[in-house]
């Protein structure tokens, strides 16, 4: 969540205000919204956007309500050992571990780490650091 902060507030801090991104986003949405339904690339790719920005501001309501529309049209989308995938459960468990939303947390965590297994290999050093994170040896 760190990285997603530093690099947010990269583009955040030469562009607007970060209020003014997610009303942006939010107004996209939901003209796109009028014309394309939530699995469409570019609705995904938006709110993919309020998402970071949400992250940025430290919304974490505001960036779960983007990453659960986000995660069931990526799971459809990508291929079944997608890294995109496997990001999207990563940070929205994270998130729901900072909200004290444990049993989710570890749920979405572990979804990431069944990618990251196949992508990787079950040994890599993130993987081992991930286990560490939610407990598990």
Known sequence: MKHQ???CKCILDSVAPPSELLEMCEQ????????????????????????????YMQD??????YGEKILKPYSKLYPPYSLNVSSMYLKMGRIYMTMERHSEGISALKKAMAVMEVAHGKNHPFLRDLRKEIGLK
């Open 5 to 7: 902060l530093s690099f």
């Open 28 to 55: 996209s949405l939901e003209k796109m919204g009028a014309v394309f339904d939530d699995s469409n690339v570019y609705m995904l790719h938006m709110m993919y956007q309020a998402m970071g920005v949400c992250i």
């Open 60 to 65: 974490a309501d505001g960036a779960i309500r």
